[in-house]
């Protein structure tokens, strides 16, 4: 259901959380939005599922191990961790928040607000970031996409995936190699294409401890 500004509804998600888990879920965010990545993007990138970087935003798992502050290091090639742990709440103790999302056809926001015990609200951070859905052109969306399949295609030529290789390691590749406006999804999209084929060149997506997940050259 939309409203008269072409909005949802908001959303609002409820969770009890500390300081540092307010300062770090709002350096994922600002970084991740600064990127231009949508959280299923960030989540390629890191070699996890799609939905881990939502689940974190929409409060449903809390925290961030050091493990993923140092994948998502890297991912948003971020020169060192402490550019992760701003510290934008005091205390030690937790308490209870609620983060309103609302989307729009040109923009999303995001309002992280600390409830207080006498019912006060107390807002502690607002961020906005482009709706990449929303502007979005389908047949702009699946040229570039071809274009990630060429660029794949000719990788294979090389030894890039006669070790496996992750995801963010596959998108720097690929990003130096065109001067398209080539974004995770459209990698995402082109790895999929080539782990679905039943002909060669084809790869595989395998699980690892210590990267999530990787893509390796299928030989037979």
Known sequence: MKNKHNSSLPLIYKAMLSPVNVGMLYSFMIKRIAKGYSTSEVSFLMGYTNDYMKQKEELNSIGF?????????????????????????????KCEYQLIKISGLAKIEFMMIRL???GQETSIFHLIENNT???????????????????LHVLFEGKLFYIPQSPLQIY?????????????RHLQAALLNLTKKNDFPKLKRIKSKDNGCMYEKVFE
Request: hydrophobic content about 30%; proline content about 5%.
């Open 172 to 184: 720097q590749k690929c990003r130096s190699r065109t001067s398209a406006s080539l974004s995770p």
């Open 65 to 93: 191990t050091y493990e993923d502050m140092h994948c998502f290091q890297h991912t948003v090639e971020e020169p060192s961790l402490r550019g992760l742990i701003p510290s934008i709440e005091n205390g030690s103790s």
């Open 116 to 118: 207080e015990k006498d």
């Open 133 to 151: 859905k929303g502007n979005a052109h389908k047949v702009t969306e699946l040229s570039i996409e071809a274009q990630a399949i060429a660029i």
